[in-house]
């Protein structure tokens, strides 16, 4: 199946930093799909990407697709503790087939 | 989106036995996975579960050692036979469709 390479593996932030993590595919890919998991818990699912370019926004949180479908980014504006855990990119396959992630952890 | 009942939650079990996870979905949905997770690590898929035939299995893992029941759109389950403590991890399904996907809360299995 498809893979995708996340990047960066871990990111240590002061709370009310931004934080960015992106994903890059060497395919071009149909869609993509974000994950959070937190600390203990299971993965949610946070978006599903689609169209060339597309942009989206949760909150503090921005996701983006490349123009040539082949990487993505998840932006968060001014972090909080409650941002932390591991997020993780889904390049769209079924059977779903997971990014190593990038764990965020946040320091009051 | 489907909600998930995943249980047992966690388990500690004898080398040797086997352990049987059950999935329940609210509602009907095409597809069901199974996944391991090793604490700290990214989900790594067993198999399909394919309802009304048999599981499409990853490479590395064996119908033998983990196999799968979907009997219906709504429910599947996995057992992790003759365990040893290399077993030990988090289990998690997951159902859905190309709309989205919602896992299961897990099961931690301790192989002792």
């Known amino acids: 199946g498809q893979q995708v390479m996340q990047i960066p593996q871990y990111q240590h932030v002061q709370e009310g930093e931004d934080f960015t993590t992106y994903c890059n595919s060497s395919t071009t890919l149909s869609n993509i799909q974000w994950y959070k998991q937190r600390p203990g818990g299971h993965p949610v699912f946070l978006i599903q990407l689609v169209k060339s370019g597309e942009v989206k926004k949760q909150k503090r949180l921005t996701f983006q697709f490349g123009e040539a479908k082949k990487n993505s980014s998840l932006h968060i504006t001014a972090t909080q503790t409650t941002d932390v855990g591991t997020y993780f990119c889904?390049?769209?396959?079924?059977?779903?087939?997971f990014g190593k992630g990038t764990r965020l952890s946040v320091i009051a | 989106s489907a909600v998930i009942s995943q249980k047992p939650s966690r388990d500690i079990c004898q080398r040797g036995t086997s352990l049987t996870i059950q999935c329940q979905v609210d509602s009907q949905v095409t597809m069901m996975f199974w996944y391991r997770q090793q604490p700290g690590q990214s989900l790594t898929l067993i198999a399909t579960a394919n309802q009304g035939s048999e599981a499409t299995y990853e490479s590395g893992f064996v119908i033998d050692k983990f196999p799968i029941s979907r009997p219906n759109l709504t429910f599947s389950t996995l057992t992790v036979s003759n365990m040893s403590p290399e077993d030990s991890s988090i289990y998690l399904c997951?159902?859905?469709?190309?709309?989205?996907?919602?896992f299961g809360s897990g099961t931690r299995l301790t192989v002792v």
């Open positions: 889904e390049p769209g396959n079924t059977p779903l087939v």
């Open positions: 997951s159902a859905g469709n190309e709309n989205g996907y919602t």
